[in-house]
């Protein structure tokens, strides 16, 4: 009779995975004077924030804390691991927004304090594209933006789709950054030579708008699009303002 085959272990940062952490977590004593999750992710975020992801190892996180490498697998089982929970580390940061009067005026805050966080660091910021963001903190900010808009006055539904869209607005916004698209004055100037020395006869509309290609920096920019999507988020027809009525 053969053996029935192991079920292989859940994918980090799977929601399956974040099921069973939770539950850990919810059982498990602190040691006292013992390694904390807490101060295991702020060495890692440390070093990823001065030296790049690839300096960060588990080696290399338990020689910045002093201790056995050994020590580390108590709270994250393998790197895969340290980095899902240094992704929602970085969420900690994130001042989440004061209700207001004015729902955009609280989104827009909500998506430029998220924005600051990512921008403050790019070393960890293309981890936000590689799964689900299911921790703790991603929790604490789901719950809040998501209350906050149907409290506004949002059905849930669209309550769900803003969130998810500002979220995922902020996120690209924060890998264009992390990969050098935000440009300098110095590289806006030269990718304006670039595109003014165009042959006229291809690239004519190109040529005649060199510089305003390159006049807004990634700041103005992000504003812009922030802006245009609560524009077109304030026109749809199931807007509180809208269900009000006369």
Not at 40 to 46: Q, V
Not at 63 to 88: C, I, K
Not at 165 to 170: A, K, N, P
């Amino acid at each position: 009779m053969s053996t029935p085959a192991a079920t292989p272990p859940p994918q980090p940062g799977s929601a399956s995975w974040w099921r069973q952490r939770y539950a850990d977590r919810a059982g498990r004593r602190p040691r006292v004077g013992g390694l904390s999750l807490e101060a295991i992710t702020g060495a890692a975020l440390e070093i990823a924030d001065r030296d790049g992801l690839d300096a960060l190892t588990m080696r290399r996180l338990a020689d910045h804390l002093g201790t056995r490498h050994t020590s580390l697998y108590r709270h994250v089982a393998s790197r895969e691991e340290l980095l899902v929970e240094l992704v929602d580390r970085v969420l900690a940061e994130v001042v989440l927004p004061a209700e207001q009067p004015d729902w955009r005026a609280a989104v827009a805050a909500g998506a430029r304090a998220f924005r600051r966080v990512l921008r403050d660091h790019p070393a960890v910021a293309p981890l936000f594209v590689a799964g689900q963001l299911l921790g703790p903190n991603a929790m604490r900010a789901r719950e809040h933006g998501l209350g906050l808009l149907i409290r506004a006055g949002w059905p849930p539904a669209s309550a769900v789709h803003i969130y998810l869209t500002l979220m995922h607005f902020v996120i690209g916004a924060a890998q264009m950054d992390a990969g050098g698209a935000a440009r300098t004055a110095d590289q806006r100037a030269a990718m304006a030579d670039l595109f003014a020395s165009l042959p006229a006869d291809t690239h004519p509309v190109v040529r005649k708008h060199a510089e305003l290609l390159n006049t807004p920096d990634s700041d103005q920019e992000f504003d812009f699009g922030l802006q245009s999507l609560l524009d077109g988020i304030g026109s749809r027809p199931d807007h509180p303002d809208h269900a009000e009525g006369p």
